[in-house]
């Protein structure tokens, strides 16, 4: 699996980096065909506000999109990791219970 922290208008400190990937690196048990991971902070605003995009590309679907805007970047780290786990978990489900659903009546 491909991880990718990149920031926009600001410096990816060390601290940053290892606290994204220690919260990104959970994301592939919530869905096992995860490929690559991207995450890309940016400082927006005149310095007041910052941008974090999760990107999640998987296997046969498109990548999911988290998009999180706020005033603390670990707190928006964390929003976008939660809205992944989420949006993971509803495919995986999705994809578990399509063959099993009742014939629906005509």
Do not use: W
């Not at 890309?40 to 995009?53: L, M, P, S």
């Not at 590309?57 to 928006?76: I, M, N, S, T």
């Not at 929003?79 to 786990?85: G, R, Y």
């Not at 495919?91 to 009546?105: G, L």
């Amino acid at each position: 699996m491909e991880m990718t922290i990149t920031g926009r208008h600001l410096d990816v400190t060390d601290a940053i980096r290892e606290y994204a990937q220690g919260k990104v690196a959970k994301l592939p048990r919530y869905y096992d065909r995860v490929t690559a991971i991207e995450l890309i902070a940016d400082r927006t605003d005149h310095n007041q506000h910052f941008e974090v995009e999760l990107i999640v590309k998987v296997e046969r679907a498109d990548p999911f999109v988290g998009k999180v805007v706020g005033q603390d970047l670990y707190a928006c780290i964390d929003e976008a990791v939660d809205k992944l786990e989420r949006q993971l978990t509803d495919h995986k489900e999705k994809r578990r219970n399509r063959k099993h659903q009742p014939p629906r009546p005509s």
